[in-house]
Nanobody, 125 residues
Framework: QVQLVESGGGLVQAGGSLRLSCAAS????????VAWFRQAPGMERELAAV???????YYADSAKGRFTISRDSAKNTVSLQMNSLKPEDTAVYYC???????????????????WGQGAQVTVSS
């Protein structure tokens, strides 16, 4: 079993930055792909970024150039640095993890086995 706990959400003005962290417990976490999804009110959950077990990364178009995902396998953490935030980035952000064999960059929430409780990010205009 893997447990995920997000931290670092909050309120920020447009153009500002936030850093989200996902702390994991459980064996073999270093072998998992880890993603950050987000869900705005009334919207479907969507992928923001995902990182493989060896550090390859994939970003949604909305996140490219502004968000950076990284992992510290020694500390079992995955972070999402978000810069140049926009009001449309307002959402609950979820950390998710899954074991994979070939393609780490799945954008389908159903492909992920473990989820955190979510962290609210609010960007004011």
């Amino acid at each position: 079993q893997v447990q995920l706990v997000e931290s670092g959400g909050g309120l920020v003005q447009a153009g500002g930055s936030l850093r989200l962290s996902c702390a994991a417990s459980g064996r073999f976490f270093s072998r998992f792909a880890v993603a950050w999804f987000r869900q705005a009110p009334g919207m479907e959950r969507e992928l923001a970024a995902v990182i493989s077990s060896i550090g390859d990364t994939y970003y949604a178009d909305s996140a490219k150039g502004r968000f950076t995902i990284s992992r510290d396998s020694a500390k079992n953490t995955v972070s999402l640095q978000m810069n140049s935030l926009k009001p449309e980035d307002t959402a609950v952000y979820y950390c998710a993890a899954r074991m994979y064999w070939n393609d780490y960059a799945s954008s389908r929430p159903d492909d992920y086995d473990y989820w955190g409780q979510g962290a609210q990010v609010t960007v004011s205009s």
